[in-house]
Nanobody
Framework: QVQLVESGGGMVQAGGSLRLSCAAS????????MGWFRQAPGKEREFVAA???????YYADSVKGRFTISRDNAKNTVALQMNSLKPEDTAVYYC????????????????WGQGTQVTVSS
């Protein structure tokens, strides 16, 4: 059974930084695509960033240049470094995992963590 456990959320002022981490188990991590999504109050869950098993990264336009996704296959972890945070980044952030020979997009993700809250104050 796939388990994804997020950590690192919290409250920060606009312009600040946070680093989220996700520990994965129950999957072949080195062959899994990993991603981050977020859901703000009253809004649908949206794609934030992904990193394929072959190390290609993808970002939503709203976070390009501010967020960086990375993975450590030796530790089965994926991280999201968030810089220059804005109040509109406030959301619950979810770690996600998926498989496939090639990363095709957000629909590839089938396993989800419980989420971690990120709050950015102005």
């Amino acid at each position: 059974q796939v388990q994804l456990v997020e950590s690192g959320g919290g409250m920060v002022q606009a312009g600040g930084s946070l680093r989220l981490s996700c520990a994965a188990s129950g999957l072949t991590f080195s062959r899994s695509h990993m991603g981050w999504f977020r859901q703000a109050p009253g809004k649908e869950r949206e794609f934030v960033a992904a990193i394929s098993w072959y190390m290609t990264s993808y970002y939503a336009d709203s976070v390009k240049g501010r967020f960086t996704i990375s993975r450590d296959n030796a530790k089965n972890t994926v991280a999201l470094q968030m810089n220059s945070l804005k109040p509109e980044d406030t959301a619950v952030y979810y770690c996600a995992a998926g498989t496939g020979a090639y990363y095709r997009g957000p629909a590839d993700f089938v396993s989800w963590g419980q989420g971690t809250q990120v709050t950015v104050s102005s």
